[in-house]
């Protein structure tokens, strides 16, 4: 059943925010981090000196490193049925050892009281070329009731000894097999007339069928590594049976995005690797529709150099011109489309110049 809670009007409560972690509690539930823009002001002209630099507001990313608790008290048993729950947000203190520097989209599960989080994308600086960022393949643990982060490692595997033949029946079914072939030999010494004593000297073809039969689907091997799947956010993560999940994400280099299309898993008991359940390579990459737009219009011109006008496209004042420039600016493909405006260009002055001597020779 959905309810919309009221919450009390001068009661503190966390700022909007997205890419925010939201665990269940015993009495609720707990909210910590987050991404948004807020407001700043910058000097407007920063050659000028003094108060003839002017100031203008922008909105500066912001990593959020706060937590919240989501306290929700069940009505009483006497109320009625349709009572909804009491919500209140409680401020909490700033989990300590916290990942460092603070990143965006580290997705986090749940797993027996704590959270796990893995991933994220850290912005280094912002130009006019883009956004540098730094990305993190790191995973944690969120103990939620001591309100702490530890991180964790893949351990190897320990070597197990080869054992001796009279060893090798260790645990509760070689001790049932024990017994079973012991039981065999009495009763077939009953059989034959003998003593007890002379069982253990008697052979026994033992028949166990079940146990040379091979599987009808046998198990797949899976890859294992000792390092964390590639860097990247906004991967998802699940929990099922104390194994750890992680599947897909985004990953950028300069102007290419990467989307992964691959499941690893992770056993949290046991930390030995990390194993590749698949992975399916994505070769494609994304680009900004300036760059289709440009090369829709280099199709266009290959098909009759008269549908462009080599004027509008030469002289630097014209309106298009400025309008590319400043949506440039705004784009990471900024220098492909430089380089592609140049060729552009160049191209159209040889064909304006082929059709100058067509006209000529026309005439």
Request: aromatic share 8%.
């Amino acid at each position: 059943m959905w309810f919309n809670p009221t919450l009390p009007p001068a009661q503190l409560k966390p700022d909007a925010r997205s890419s925010f972690t939201f665990l269940p509690h015993d009495q609720g539930a707990v909210l910590f981090g987050g991404y948004s823009r807020v407001k700043a002001t910058v000097s407007a002209n920063k050659s000028a000196k003094g108060a003839s630099q002017g100031q203008r507001n922008i909105l500066k990313p912001m990593v959020h490193q706060d937590c919240f608790y989501l306290r929700i008290t069940q009505p009483p048993a006497d109320a009625s049925p349709n009572t909804p729950p009491t919500v209140r947000w409680e401020k909490r203190k700033k989990p300590a050892n916290t990942p460092n520097p603070p990143r965006a989209g580290a997705t986090m599960a749940y797993h027996k009281g704590r959270g796990l989080s893995f991933g994220g994308v850290h912005d280094v600086e912002q130009s006019e070329e883009g956004i540098d960022s730094e990305f993190f393949n790191e995973l944690f643990t969120w103990n939620i009731e001591r309100n702490r982060f530890f991180p964790m490692a893949l351990r190897k595997p320990r070597v197990q000894k080869k054992a001796n033949a009279s060893d090798q029946r260790v645990g509760r079914r070689g001790r049932a097999q024990a017994n079973e072939e012991e039981l065999l030999k009495q009763l077939a010494a009953l059989q034959a007339g003998m003593s007890l004593e002379n069982a253990d000297d008697m052979d026994i073809d033992l028949k166990n069928d079940g146990d040379n039969e091979e599987p009808a689907n046998p198990v797949r091997e899976m890859p294992v590594s000792m390092e964390f799947p590639s860097p990247r956010f906004n991967a998802l993560l699940a929990v099922q049976e104390d194994v750890l999940y992680i599947y897909g994400g985004t990953f950028e280099s300069k102007d290419r995005e990467y989307t992964f299309d691959d499941l690893h898993a992770i056993d949290l008991g046991k930390m030995d690797g990390c194993k590749q359940v698949f992975k399916r390579e994505d070769e494609s990459w994304v680009v900004s529709g300036l760059f289709c737009l440009i090369c829709i219009i280099i199709s266009l011109l290959c098909l009759s150099p008269n549908l462009c006008c080599y004027r509008a496209l030469t002289t630097k004042k014209t309106r298009m011109t400025r309008m590319m420039k400043k949506t440039m600016k705004r784009t990471k493909m900024k220098t492909v489309t430089l380089n592609l405006m140049r060729s552009l260009q160049d191209w159209c002055r040889r064909a304006n110049g082929r059709s100058s001597r067509q006209t000529t020779l026309q005439a």
